[in-house]
């Protein structure tokens, strides 16, 4: 070639056409249902022929969608915590230590993701039914933790591997012992990728619905599985309202994911290696 | 400061030493004594094992077979906190959140010290790394020959009875490591640790220790003062990595006792004395090593090797003549600047000789 591949010919154009219409495609439903949970009718509607709140005071005045809510924060945090904790002792276990089989675990690890999660519903319901754990806090905790703890295992790797190993050499070097070692200099340091593992394993179980269908009961449910048994028995804007409300939140999530991400970068970046003084 | 390594708290051996990584023996057989105060470098190219002896000694290795004493203590299998030892490592390895003063009085923390302690004892190691002011930045902050000081003052500040370092200066560009190099040596002799170097870089060896030990793939070849490795090297390997040195094979032409003179008949052709280093049975294969300030040219004669000046390169100091002896073997002689002696021109025909005392002759390994 004599000139860099640039500027747009018509497959170019086409190229570009259809990949912001996947875009489009893909977000139009979430851009839609907010307008349509400001709409004052009874019904969804769009265009909405009006602006009101009055979906978003239903929601909180309705003592069942607050105690699903809250249930479903409750399991979040639980996961969240659970989830970090036992991915970044993982993480750490496959990158320090001298694991046997580590290709097959790291296979294993990723199982969750792969299996689909109507089979992983259906076997955690058969077991949690024996166990007496279906519709407790600590059966979804327990749930949300298997299903987050890839993503949360993954997310504390990549930030061991940024993380400069010989910093624990130093610090042992320096008397401190292994789990000081970790306290002192390996957590402040992957913190960033620690945190950002919290909040997506937070949000994986805020916002599970499949296993959560499975192990439900009448009495304690989350907000995805109380939001299907809405959708089946009357179709509220109050559902809109709180499928916004769960975007946003979602959407807030990434960004400080996204913040943790940087000041993780920020955090590797290598001390300065020039001479000179 | 106090005096760390005095008495025998200091005393560092390493007993028949053996590391295998897979088949093949990253160390094998070391055995070495450092003694309290004392400043001894391990040199070898990369592959001599140097680090891996350095590691053992700190702890962050494990021998397949011999033992690692600290202070007369058996410390082969005590884990790196434990073993009270300063470390320096190639990177500068601070730890980038937290402050310079932190980073120093870290080890103080870890050994339960006060805050008010710590933070005085910190700011004085600071000090005696000439970095006072320096205490509130952070790591990224500091220049690499800083940030290397300060890597220093945190190992020494809890004065430990040893210090290692493992190639500390050699991320530092070329005029800055020699400035270091002798104030770490001074520092060294201040305070009066022991300290246990590697290096690959043989000058940095030769300016710092005490005593020098080189190896050459995981085996000990020599340990002994600078002047020692230069003037007596006991192997080949050692006579051609420490400073320059010119070869030629050849064999005895009559028996010899270490340290007598033996006459060699060169392979080309041409005779040449040299010191035996062991003993030398007549007929056997050697090789001659001379250097190349030792060698001497002067016009053609009897009791010389004819030669030819291949190539004149003047460098300031000295010149360094290539001459051409036949036999496609070239040795180096190097003319000190200012001492009068002739200059040669390429071409020129010329002697070129050494006084037996001057060459080594190594029998060749059977």
């Given amino acids: ?277 | 400061m106090a005096l760390g390594g005095a008495g025998t708290e200091g005393r560092v051996a390493v007993r028949d030493l053996v590391k295998r990584f897979g088949p093949v023996a990253a160390v094998d057989g070391v055995s070495l004594d450092v003694a309290a105060g004392e400043f001894v470098a391990l040199l070898g190219p990369s592959g001599s094992g140097k680090t891996t002896i350095l590691m053992a000694i700190a702890g962050f290795e494990f021998p397949t077979s011999g033992r690692v004493e600290i202070g007369g203590e058996d410390v082969t299998w005590a884990p790196p906190n434990k073993r009270n030892l300063g470390m320096v490592f190639q990177r500068y390895t601070l730890f980038p959140h937290m402050s310079v003063v932190e980073n120093i009085a870290f080890p103080l923390k870890m050994r339960g010290i006060g805050r008010a302690e710590r933070e005085a004892k910190a700011q004085a190691a600071l000090a005696t790394v000439r970095l006072e002011g320096y205490g509130a930045r952070r790591p990224s902050q500091l220049s690499g020959g800083q940030q290397q000081r300060v890597a220093l003052a945190r190992a020494i500040v809890y004065r430990p009875r040893v210090l290692l370092m493992d190639e500390p200066l050699s991320a530092l560009d070329k005029n800055l490591r020699e400035e270091m190099q002798l104030e770490i040596k001074h520092l060294q002799q201040r305070i009066g640790v022991t300290v246990v170097f590697v290096t690959h870089d043989q000058t940095e060896a030769m300016t710092m220790a005490d005593r020098v030990a080189v190896l050459d793939r995981g085996r000990l070849q020599q340990v002994g003062a600078p002047r020692d490795l230069y003037e007596a090297p006991a192997t080949p390997f050692v006579a051609g990595f420490i400073g320059e040195t010119n070869f030629l094979p050849g064999r005895a032409k009559a028996a010899a006792v270490a340290g007598a003179p033996v006459a060699v008949a060169l392979d080309g052709g041409g005779e040449a004395v040299a010191t035996a280093v062991g003993a030398v049975p007549a007929g056997v294969a050697v090789r001659v090593a001379v250097r190349p300030e030792r060698v001497a040219l002067s016009p053609p004669s009897a009791d010389t090797l004819p030669g030819t000046i291949a190539e004149a390169i003047y460098a300031g100091v000295a010149t360094t003549c290539i001459a051409d002896i036949g036999g496609d073997r070239r040795l180096r002689a190097r003319i000190a600047a200012g001492t009068g002696l002739v200059q040669w021109e390429p071409g020129a025909r010329v002697g070129v000789g050494w006084r037996a005392e001057d060459a080594r002759a190594f029998a060749a390994a059977p």
């Fill in chain 1, 1 to 277: 070639m004599t000139r860099p591949p640039r500027g747009g010919g018509p497959g170019r154009l086409l190229l570009h056409a259809v990949a912001y219409a996947v875009v489009v495609f893909l977000l139009l439903p979430t851009i839609l249902v907010a307008p349509m949970s400001v709409s004052p009718e009874k019904y969804l509607q769009f265009p909405p022929a009006g602006f009101s709140l009055r979906w978003y005071a239903a929601y909180f005045a309705d003592r069942e969608w607050i105690e699903a809510t809250l249930f479903s924060a409750q399991a979040g945090l639980i996961a969240a915590v659970g989830a970090t904790v036992v991915g970044t002792m993982a993480a750490l276990a496959l990158v320090r230590g001298r694991v046997r089989g580590r290709m097959v675990v790291e296979l294993l690890v990723v199982g969750p993701v792969v299996v689909p999660h109507i089979a992983l519903a259906v076997a955690m319901f058969l077991v949690f039914e024996q166990l007496r754990l279906t519709g407790t806090l600590l059966g979804f905790a327990m749930a949300h933790i298997v299903l987050a703890l890839p993503f949360a295992i993954f997310t504390v790797l990549a930030a061991l591997y940024r993380f400069d190993a010989d910093l624990e050499m130093a610090a042992l070097s320096c008397g401190a012992g292994r789990l000081r070692t970790f306290w002192h200099v390996t957590l402040p340091m992957i913190l960033p990728g620690v945190a950002s593992a919290g909040l997506f394993a937070f949000i994986i179980s805020f916002d599970e619905a499949v296993v959560s269908f499975f192990i439900s009961d009448l009495d304690r449910k989350t907000l995805p599985r109380k939001m299907f048994e809405d959708i089946d028995f009357d179709v509220s804007p109050v559902l809109a309202a709180v499928a916004t409300m769960l975007s946003l939140l979602t959407i807030a999530v990434l960004v400080l994911g996204h913040f943790f991400r940087q000041m993780a970068d920020r955090r590797a970046a290598p001390v300065a290696e020039a001479g000179g003084r």
